[in-house]
């Protein structure tokens, strides 16, 4: 399911501004689809991922779980990437605004103040250059405190998850620890349902409403945005947020009848494909944006597509080409993430070794 629930996050990074806002209602239908896609379907990635990491890390329960070992492991696996992936935008967006290139598209590293550089840098207070990459700051923050997550889900587990739900859906709530909240709920519940030990295959009977579910309620979210944005009402940021939570669910239940089929089959062999699609997809967007501004063409639709159908491509070559000729660079800038994936199992009979080597 990663390669499925980034390659939808790559829609919501797709560059915008004024002129082309889809609350303008310059391009009718398109403009709905735009934000079905970005601000109602796709905004169930991030929780999604966070839940199944958090699963993934206590699945062998508490008592098999080494905070050293997982934080050091960690440490190369996300944050290690995280800091690697950013930095050389960081580095590549002052080389661009220094000789004039990207002005009025990329922030000035040049000219920020240190404390506004670090946040560039390392996510201290606000989403970093390569935004993105944000999750993989705040997935290393939630693996530094899942010991004490874990406790309190095991002492009280109701309550633990009722409060972080509550900080999740308030709008405009911050509490700096995460730049997102909805991820520290998700990330919990993945653990509450690793100590629990529930059969994640349970629901599967249930696949085809739960995917149907997620596909009406984020068409109605996505009609409710768009008569209402861009400056959206609280009882809808609250709706969006509780979808973003709740649709993960919706998600999940995909990979039931998604492992069946043979693209299912040739996804689950993607292996680090995904993590590099993560890391580079919201670069080269800019670059295309900029390149973009420069055209004189403001058919925003042509935009849209074309970039998608010049992205993918070019991530899959280029995630080739690094690693069969740098191996060792595709591996830091992967996390190690370099195996692929066993020959997939179906749904009904998958190992929980398979399910992580396939995720």
Same mark, same amino acid.
């Given at each position: 399911?990663?390669?499925?629930?980034?390659?939808?996050?790559?829609?919501?990074?797709?560059?915008?501004?004024?002129?082309?806002?889809?609350?303008?209602?310059?391009?009718?239908?398109?403009?709905w689809i735009r934000v079905f896609l970005t601000e109602a379907l796709f905004r169930v990635g991030v929780p999604c991922l966070s839940a199944i990491s958090g699963y993934l890390l206590f699945r062998n329960g508490r008592e098999n779980f080494?905070?050293?070992?997982?934080?050091?492991?960690?440490?190369?696996?996300?944050?290690?990437?995280?800091?690697?992936?950013?930095?050389?935008?960081?580095?590549?967006?002052?080389?661009?605004?220094?000789?004039?290139?990207?002005?009025?598209?990329?922030?000035?590293?040049?000219?920020?103040?240190? *404390?506004?550089? @670090?946040?560039? &840098?390392? +996510? $201290?207070?606000?989403?970093?250059?390569?935004? =993105? !990459?944000?999750?993989? #700051?705040?997935?290393?923050?939630?693996?530094?405190?899942?010991?004490?997550?874990?406790?309190?889900?095991?002492?009280?587990?109701?309550?633990?998850?009722?409060?972080?739900?509550?900080?999740?859906?308030?709008?405009?709530?911050?509490?700096?620890?995460?730049l997102k909240r909805s991820i520290l709920f998700s990330f919990s519940l993945g653990i509450f349902v690793a100590l629990q030990q529930y059969d994640l295959k349970a629901l599967d009977r249930f696949a085809p409403l739960g995917v149907f579910?997620?596909?009406?309620?984020?068409?109605?979210?996505?009609?409710?945005?768009?008569?209402?944005?861009?400056?959206?009402?609280?009882?809808?940021?609250?709706? *969006?947020?509780? @979808?973003?939570? &709740?649709? +993960? $669910?919706?998600?999940?239940?995909?990979?039931? =009848? !998604?492992?069946?089929? #043979?693209?299912?089959?040739?996804?689950?062999?993607?292996?680090?494909?995904?993590?590099?699609?993560?890391?580079?997809?919201?670069?080269?967007?800019?670059?295309?944006?900029?390149?973009?501004?420069?055209?004189?063409?403001?058919?925003?639709?042509?935009?849209?597509?074309?970039?998608?159908?010049?992205?993918?491509?070019?991530?899959?070559?280029?995630?080739?080409l690094c690693r069969a000729n740098f191996p060792r660079l595709y591996a830091v800038l992967t996390g190690g993430r370099t195996k692929r994936s066993a020959k997939p199992a179906s749904h009904q009979d998958v190992s929980p070794e398979l399910?992580?080597?396939?995720?």
């Open positions: 399911m990663r390669i499925v629930l980034i390659s939808g996050i790559v829609f919501v990074h797709i560059p915008v501004d004024t002129a082309s806002s889809p609350f303008n209602g310059t391009y009718g239908a398109f403009d080494s905070y050293g070992k997982t934080v050091r492991s960690k440490a190369q696996t996300v944050f290690l990437p995280f800091l690697l992936w950013n930095c050389a935008f960081v580095a590549a967006i002052t080389l661009a605004t220094s000789v004039g290139v990207g002005d009025g598209y990329l922030p000035d590293a040049l000219h920020a103040s240190s *404390r506004d550089l @670090l946040t560039q &840098v390392l +996510a $201290l207070e606000d989403f970093p250059a390569n935004v =993105p !990459l944000y999750f993989l #700051r705040d997935l290393f923050v939630c693996i530094l405190l899942s010991p004490l997550l874990a406790w309190l889900i095991s002492r009280a587990p109701i309550l633990t998850l009722t409060a972080l739900l509550v900080v999740a859906l308030i709008p405009e709530l911050s509490i700096y620890i995460v579910l997620l596909l009406a309620a984020s068409a109605l979210l996505a009609t409710v945005i768009f008569f209402t944005g861009p400056s959206l009402p609280d009882w809808v940021q609250l709706f *969006r947020n509780a @979808l973003a939570i &709740v649709g +993960a $669910l919706g998600f999940w239940l995909l990979s039931a =009848p !998604l492992i069946k089929t #043979r693209l299912g089959q040739r996804l689950a062999k993607t292996g680090s494909l995904s993590f590099w699609i993560f890391c580079a997809h919201y670069p080269l967007l800019v670059f295309l944006w900029i390149l973009w501004g420069k055209s004189g063409v403001d058919f925003y639709p042509l935009f849209f597509v074309a970039s998608l159908a010049l992205l993918f491509p070019f991530l899959v070559f280029s995630n080739g399910v992580s080597q396939q995720r």
